[in-house]
C-alpha cells in the first residue's frame, strides 16, 4: 500500500518541499537573506555544543547521585533554566561571540539590546 516510503523517511508522507534546492539568489527568496550563511553555521554549531555540554553536565550530576530527577519534564524544565540562564549571562554571549570568530571582552557585552523593528508592529 505505501511502496513509496523511503527506509529513513520520518514521517509516512513524501514532502516534495524539503527536496527543493535553495534558491542561490538570496533577492529571488521573499525571506531576504541578511545574515552571512557561514556566521549561521558557526552560531548554530556553538549552540549545539552548548545544548550538549548542558546535557553532559546534567547527567553527570544525575549519574554521581547529587541530582535527583523524577521525571523527563523535570530535566526539561531544569536543562531549559540551566541553558536560560547561560544564554543571559555575560559568559554565555560571549562564548557565542567567541565562537562566531569575535573577539569581545566580557564587560562590552550588552544583555539588553534593542531590537530595532524597520515597521511598526
Not at 13 to 33: C, H, Q, R, T, V
Not at 57 to 67: H, I, K, P, Q, T
Not at 86 to 111: H, I, P, W
Amino acid at each position: 500500500m505505501n511502496d513509496d516510503l523511503h527506509p529513513n523517511a520520518l514521517t509516512t508522507l513524501n514532502f516534495d518541499i524539503a527536496n527543493e534546492p535553495l534558491p542561490s539568489d538570496p533577492g529571488a527568496n521573499p525571506f531576504k537573506l541578511v545574515v552571512d550563511p557561514v556566521m549561521r553555521l558557526r552560531l548554530r554549531r556553538a549552540l549545539f555544543e552548548l545544548i550538549d555540554s548542558h546535557d553532559q553536565e546534567l547527567a553527570r550530576y544525575v549519574g554521581d547521585g547529587s541530582l535527583a530527577l523524577d521525571s523527563y519534564k523535570e530535566y526539561i524544565e531544569l536543562f531549559s533554566h540551566s541553558l536560560k540562564q547561560t544564554l543571559s549571562s555575560r559568559e554565555g554571549v560571549v562564548y557565542l561571540l567567541q565562537a562566531c570568530g569575535f573577539e569581545v571582552k566580557k564587560e562590552d557585552v550588552n544583555l539588553q539590546p534593542e531590537t530595532r523593528w524597520k515597521v511598526q508592529r
